[in-house]
């Protein structure tokens, strides 16, 4: 003997597939709701999406009824995008408190520079070579090369091309 239940739900898949091949709305909607489409939502979630995809263009009460009482996945979508978006947000305060950090040390490395050490930083920053800052401050030009050193060790760079990139 064939379990009840068996029955049943051959029968109810039977209505659905009616439905999505019948081309009269509403004789449509009728074996749906005699699919129990209540009882097989959450397992033929894709199937009722792509029903209301396909009826669309249907503004009928019975069609806005319908569409009501399903928890449709549009809704979970949302949420999704929520918190997707919330995520992001969160990522980019993230980011910007680490900038700003790295700004901030960057500053407070800027503060333990000597007087010298700032007027070479700027003309380093300016692209000027070791010998133009040399004769430029009257300095020898080991002098500068000592300068420039303790500068980058300060800093924390490793070259002019990193002392270059550091942010203002």
């Known amino acids: 003997m064939i379990p009840k239940e068996f029955i049943k739900n051959a029968v109810y898949e039977k209505l659905r597939t ?55 996945l549009e809704n979970r979508e949302w949420l999704t995008r929520i918190a997707i978006g919330g995520a992001f947000f969160g990522l980019g305060i993230l980011v910007m408190h680490l900038i700003g950090k790295q700004r901030q040390k960057h500053n407070n490395s800027l503060s333990t520079l000597t007087v010298q050490e700032r007027k070479i930083y700027a003309l380093l920053r300016e692209g000027k070579s070791n010998k133009e800052i040399s004769e430029e401050f009257n ?18 760079v490793k070259s002019r091309k990193e002392l270059m990139n550091l942010e203002k």
């Open 139 to 156: 300095i020898g030009l080991s002098t500068v090369k000592s300068h420039a050193n303790n500068i980058y060790s300060k800093l924390k």
């Open 18 to 72: 009616f439905a999505d091949t019948c081309s009269h709305p509403i004789v449509s909607l009728y074996a749906l709701y005699q699919s129990k489409f209540e009882s097989n939502y959450f397992e033929n979630q894709q199937f009722y999406k792509d029903y209301l995809s396909e009826w669309d263009h249907q503004k009928s009460s019975y069609f806005k009824t319908f569409r009501k009482s399903l928890p449709i």
